[in-house]
């Protein structure tokens, strides 16, 4: 049975495994860690834990609170560096703070500081699925944040929207709980006369992306709508729900599960098998593939992508490399494993299969990117 409603979030057969992620403006106020809400927090997460579900936090701060410690400027947020030295410092106090708050209801928590690559290369990937998995049977609660101190600008995530979803789907979780500054996804810019909040979206279309305002954004956090929808489609593909919900109340999920006050988003029918829901969740890719009308119908169409609908090649990649395959317009149509590396695909374009043979020498496949290692969007 799915999850179709948020209270079903604290029934434990529905919604045996919860990611809760917490953003950097409920745990760090202008006095510094607020530590009676999370106090509050923590005993949440102690009956979800006392009900028989496995509680996943991600935990973001770090941040926010280093740069209070060092007085850095801009919430440490003025610089990359500042960033990463910040991190370094308050992300001690941070796991120590989880740790005690844990202790207090006798759990056990456990850091893990990841990086997007952890998440992106399949083999740290499923490392990643393991390690959570040990920690959960063996009644730990993973608190994550992201390596900030050592992820460079093009290398990381930057907010932690994202990283909840993709650890969402490295443990198998049912749902991913964001816990921040707004009920949730309104129709229109929050602000704005008759603004409605959204119950529930069933697959996040263009019309919800329209929707998203960067003005939720608190200045302490560097999500915003934007990365919460994006954390909702990489949840989406990996059949999880995402609850996006206020954290600024006492007992903040009693209000979202218990009340029902929040916005629900459900993965409906677009699920895809465990190796495409990550391969659709990356946010990094090696190359793109162009691709005239033709293919692209056909991709649509639930066919592989031959190498006479590619128009051009573009970015360095190996065989077996992820890469977008993109429409004339410039549209992502899907990502997907290339079957053949740059040069072979530059060499191939236009061709037909039976071509390809003759020109590279070798055909091991007939296709450049198999149905089965593709994943629309
Ligand atoms: N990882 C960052 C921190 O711990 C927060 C990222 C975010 O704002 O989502 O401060």
């Given amino acids: 049975m799915p999850i179709t409603r948020l209270s079903d979030l604290s029934d434990t057969a529905l919604s045996p495994r919860l990611v809760i992620k917490v953003g950097s403006a409920l745990l760090v106020g202008p006095e510094g860690v607020r530590r009676s809400w999370i106090t509050q927090l923590v005993a949440e997460i102690a009956e979800a834990r006392a009900r028989g579900q496995d509680v996943i936090v991600v935990s973001s701060g770090a941040i926010a609170l280093g740069a209070a410690t060092l007085g850095l400027e801009k919430g440490g947020r003025g610089s990359l560096a500042d960033a990463q030295a910040a991190a370094a410092v308050g992300q001690i106090a941070l796991s120590g703070l989880w740790a005690q708050l844990l202790d207090d209801h006798g759990l056990t928590a456990a850091q893990m500081l990841l990086t997007l690559e952890d998440l992106e290369d399949r083999r740290r990937y499923l490392?990643?699925?393991a390690t959570l998995t040990r920690?959960?049977?063996?009644?730990?609660?993973?608190?994550?944040n992201?390596?900030?101190?050592?992820?460079?600008?093009?290398i990381r995530f930057g907010d932690n929207d994202r990283l909840a979803a993709r650890v969402a789907q490295?443990?198998?979780?049912?749902?991913?709980?964001l816990l921040s500054d707004i009920d949730g996804l309104y129709d229109r810019h929050p602000k704005l006369p008759g603004a409605t909040l959204i119950s529930m979206v069933e697959g996040v279309s263009r019309e919800i992306h329209a929707m998203a305002s960067t003005e939720s954004n608190s200045g302490m956090g560097s999500g915003g709508m934007v990365s919460k929808l994006q954390?909702?489609?990489i949840a989406e593909l990996a059949g999880i729900c995402l609850v996006i919900g206020n954290g600024q109340h006492d007992r903040p999920l009693e209000r979202i599960v218990g009340r029902e006050i929040g916005t629900l988003f459900t993965p409906g029918d677009r699920k895809a098998g465990a190796r495409k829901a990550w391969l659709g969740g990356r946010l990094r890719l090696k190359g793109e593939l162009l691709v005239d009308d033709g293919a692209a119908a056909a991709l649509r169409r639930g066919s592989s992508l031959l190498a006479k609908g590619i128009t051009a090649v573009e970015g360095v990649f190996g065989r077996g490399d992820p890469v977008a395959i993109v429409d004339g317009k410039?549209?992502?149509?899907?990502?997907?494993?290339?079957e053949y590396d740059a040069a072979e695909c530059a060499a191939i374009v236009g061709l037909h299969s039976s071509e390809q043979e003759r020109v590279l020498g070798y055909a091991p496949r007939s296709s450049v990117v198999h149905r089965d290692q593709m994943v629309l969007k």
Wanted: hydrophobic letters at 50%; a negative charge; glycine letters at 8%.
């Fill in 135 to 144: 920690l959960l049977d063996a009644g730990a609660v993973p608190v994550i």
């Fill in 127 to 129: 490392n990643v699925t």
């Fill in 330 to 338: 410039g549209h992502v149509l899907a990502h997907g494993l290339s």
């Fill in 170 to 177: 490295a443990a198998r979780a049912s749902a991913v709980v």
């Fill in 231 to 233: 954390a909702a489609e």
């Fill in 146 to 154: 992201e390596n900030d101190s050592v992820a460079t600008q093009e």
